[in-house]
């Protein structure tokens, strides 16, 4: 469980989240939605600790800011938006990135059955330089889960990845959830967001502009002054005008 | 290809090592027979055992050490800065302790026992001081290259005004030998200096390893992964100026071993930035001993120097193996 109170972010002169106030609880799936530039990653950045801010972050009623690094950690994972591998590891060494908690007879194993559950059960032993771009996303999947944090945080996760392996994602994400963790995940995918997150946090210009489950809070308005969107929430499908309106 | 673990490769170089040792002192330029060297195990201050024990087995272990210890330095430069280009030099802690050795060299201290070495510890550990000076405030690796370029440029140009002011030919002479490396007439002492690097090394490597493994994956994973950014630069910078300043202060600069050791060992198998250093100390240390042996072998009228034949021999092997992974790298990362 995560408590947010009145959290503010600079990045350079720009004020990226503007007194922010949320609690984000356990056992769900909370997609952070928005346009560019509307303090997504700068608050899932905040929320895992990598970027100072102001106000004050609570996990599980301790202070994210007075946590050492070794605590933090077992705490928050976080999947950053960029998928830069520096070096050509197999794909169970990366996923063995996420257990180095765990003993080294183990890793192998977990890893592997990691790697089974976001469809590449088959490619243990492939450099990540020889996997396509959303198998890659997968195998960095794969190892954010393989560390078990209770708060689960990832930047974009759908990037890259096929229809399908969004949907299949999302799926995994939401098991996580179902599993006890608090599952944070920013999406540009309306829809998907709509379909498969208990809550959304609409994000707009750094503000927390409204959060709920996405039938309550996703209507004409929001998508209107905040997507700059003409559309409606139908039977749980987003219907959006192919043009786009001004935001004025 | 040949895939090796960690453990394998260390075997495999450290055997090739142990026979290449035994086989390198019977060379020279005296030729000893069976008599001689069962003279120099008995007595080891006989003729025959000065040879042994005083001239080839500490020649020869400074040729393993210094590439060690260049082996390690490429390894952790590589690792720390993500950058299969790196090498222990990209600091400018090599060209700081090349500077310090024709400094002393051109104040005539060239002759006097340890001053060449100590002098160029002095500007490496200078050097070193001013990076870490940097890194207390900036620790990213973009900052770092920079100022890497920035005073290995500025070395370069120290070491060019000393040409200038050289008082003699003579002593010109003398510093571009320096600068060519060699490890002619070392001794104990040079050893210990090479052993003492690598044992710095050997203590603080164990800490930099997830660190190192997690920068694979980035800064922001690594430190959402309780990696402490700080403290992994300053103590890779620690590791690569001891090594960088110590190889320079006991065998001048040889060059390209640091780059191209961890490379070798990545074409046996080996990826994971913390699995590899170690392996390539034994590569680069296998490395320099050849190096150093087909110097003495080359039937030329003169020595050519050890980082002259470093990287002729080896340039040309990097390419090569740049070629065959070229495909593997270009598709990396795209």
């Known amino acids: 469980m995560i408590d947010v109170n009145s959290v503010s972010v600079r990045i350079g002169q720009t004020l990226a989240v503007d007194r922010l106030t949320t609690r984000l609880d356990s056992g769900k799936l909370y997609g952070v939605i928005g346009p560019n530039g509307s303090g997504k990653t700068t608050l899932l950045k905040a929320l895992a600790g990598l970027l100072p801010y102001e106000g004050d972050i609570r996990i599980a009623d301790a202070s994210l800011g007075d946590m050492p690094l070794s605590e933090r950690a077992a705490k928050t994972g976080y999947l950053p938006q960029e998928r830069m591998v520096a070096w050509n590891l197999s794909a169970r060494e990366i996923v063995e990135l996420g257990l180095m908690g765990r003993a080294v007879s183990e890793r192998a194993a977990l890893a592997e059955a990691m790697l089974e559950r976001v469809g590449l059960g088959g490619h243990a032993e492939t450099g990540v330089f020889n996997l396509s771009g959303g198998q890659r996303a997968r195998v960095l999947l794969a190892r954010l889960m393989a560390t078990q944090c209770p708060v689960m945080l990832l930047d974009e996760p759908l990037a890259a990845l096929d229809p399908a392996w969004q949907r299949q994602v999302l799926r995994l994400l939401k098991q996580l959830a179902a599993d006890g963790h608090t599952v944070v995940v920013s999406l540009h995918d309306l829809g998907l967001a709509v379909q498969m997150c208990d809550e959304v946090l609409v994000l707009n210009h750094g503000h927390l502009v409204v959060q709920g489950a996405p039938e309550a809070v996703i209507g004409p308005e929001v998508l209107r002054e905040v997507f700059g969107l003409s559309g409606v929430l139908h039977e749980g499908h987003l219907w959006v005008d192919a043009e786009p309106v001004g935001l004025g | ?334």
């Open chain 2, 1 to 334: 290809m040949i895939r090796m673990n960690s453990k394998l490769i260390m075997a495999v170089f450290g055997l090739l090592t142990l026979l290449s040792l035994m086989g390198l002192l019977t060379l020279g330029d005296v030729s000893l027979g069976w008599a001689d060297y069962t003279q120099a195990m008995s007595q080891p201050e006989s003729i025959a055992g000065q040879i042994i024990w005083q001239i080839r087995l500490p020649r020869n272990l400074c040729a393993f050490g210094v590439g060690a210890m260049l082996g390690v330095a490429g390894a952790i430069a590589q690792g720390y800065f993500r950058n299969p280009l790196a090498e222990p030099g990209i600091m400018g802690v090599s060209a700081g302790a090349g500077l310090g050795a024709a400094i002393a060299i051109v104040l005539g201290l060239g002759l006097t026992p340890w001053a060449v070495e100590v002098s160029a510890l002095l500007f490496s550990g200078l050097v070193s001081l001013i990076i870490l000076g940097f890194v207390a405030r900036f620790p990213d690796r973009q900052t770092l290259i920079l100022l890497g370029v920035g005073l290995s440029s500025l070395c370069g140009a120290l070491m060019a005004l000393v040409f200038n002011l050289s008082p003699s030919p003579v002593t010109t002479a003398e510093i571009l030998g320096w600068m060519m490396g060699s490890v002619e007439n070392r001794s104990w002492a040079d050893a210990g200096l090479a052993v003492l690097g690598l044992g710095v090394a050997a203590l603080m490597i164990p800490a930099l390893g997830k660190g190192l493994r997690l920068l694979t994956l980035g800064e922001e994973t690594a430190r959402s992964m309780g990696v402490n950014l700080r403290r992994v630069a300053a103590m890779s910078v620690v590791c690569i100026s001891v090594l960088a300043g110590l190889s320079v202060a006991v065998a001048g600069v040889v060059g390209f071993v640091g780059l191209a050791a961890p490379h070798f060992v990545r074409a046996l198998g080996v990826k994971d930035p913390y699995s590899l250093i170690w392996p390539s100390a034994f590569a680069g240390g296998f490395m320099v001993l050849m190096a150093d042996s087909a110097i003495r072998l080359l039937p030329t009228s003169n020595d050519i120097r050890l980082g002259v034949l470093t990287s002729l021999v080896g340039a040309p092997l990097f390419v090569l193996l740049a070629w065959k992974s070229a495909r593997v790298w270009v598709g990396g990362n795209q």
